[in-house]
């Protein structure tokens, strides 16, 4: 659903150019986003007629660059340029500026630093901070690095195989996490003395295969989890509320005395 809205049900073309302006893309690899025979400043100028933010190209110079400036770039120092004339940290600001041509009400951002060297990730990262913050524009931010989704975000969403595990307010889910896998996650990020930190091994089995985990019955993390019971592995979990947190796990329901390690000496 998007703004009360079911997108399943959108049929016209005119219906669907409405939703691409209110809802952008930022891909994960800016360098795959700009094709190297064109010009980037066509990109953007494109998109301001397209959509009908800007009438003429006069005016549409002048929607560009309002837009790049947001990202700290200007139309003079990307003009007629190919993105390999670029740097990879201009290049994905330039991806931004275009999604912000069409003043979006929400950003769909996929991995939007993964390509970026880490000199520039903060770079990136305290740009979407900033259209969060002085902007006012809504973003889903896509990410396996929890330190910048813990940065830039409101709320998280823990998933597990195309499942919703747990979710709430970030520092909630990643400060006191309710769900096994979400606690195992957090647990993965490196730590300065790695020796002070138990190891998974301790707790775990080795998964079953990826393929059998995805299409096996009952909860999706059941062969990896510590904690698994046996009605985990025959029954979907329902989403339960803890706290402030929304949690598809059955250690939260009256199941929860059933639970043993999944390891026994």
């Known amino acids: 659903l998007f703004e009360g809205r079911d997108l399943a049900t959108i049929r016209k073309r ?21 094709s190297p025979l064109r010009r980037v400043d066509a990109y953007l100028f494109d998109t301001a007629l397209n959509f009908g933010v800007a009438s003429n190209r006069q005016d549409a110079a002048r929607v560009v660059d309002e837009s790049l400036r ?15 004339e670029l740097s990879g940290g201009q290049i994905q600001r330039v991806s931004v500026a275009r999604a912000l041509i069409s003043q979006p009400k929400l950003i769909l951002a996929d991995e939007p630093v993964s390509m ?13 901070r900033k259209l969060r913050d002085e902007q006012k524009v809504s973003i889903i931010y896509i990410t396996h690095d929890l330190a910048t989704a813990y940065y830039v975000s409101d709320r998280i969403a823990i998933m597990l195989r195309g499942y919703i595990v747990e979710s709430g307010p970030v520092e909630d889910v990643l400060n006191r996490p309710a769900h096994p896998y979400t606690q195992l996650l957090k647990e993965s990020v490196p730590e300065p003395a790695p020796k002070e930190r138990e190891s998974w091994a301790k707790h775990i089995e080795l998964g079953t295969t990826e393929v059998k985990e995805y299409g096996r019955e009952g909860c999706k993390f059941a062969g990896r989890c510590p904690q698994v019971m046996d009605i985990c592995r025959e029954v979907d979990p329902p989403d339960v509320l803890v706290n402030q947190q929304t949690v598809k796990c059955y250690l939260y329901t009256e199941h929860a005395g059933q639970a043993v390690p999944a390891v026994t000496k």
């Open 14 to 34: 005119s219906e669907l150019k409405e939703f691409m302006k209110k809802v952008q893309p930022v891909f994960q690899n800016p360098f795959e986003t700009f």
């Open 116 to 128: 970026v060297d880490a000199s520039l990730r903060m770079e990136i990262v305290n740009l979407f």
């Open 70 to 84: 947001k990202v700290g770039l200007s139309l003079e120092e990307v003009s007629k340029r190919y993105p390999h």
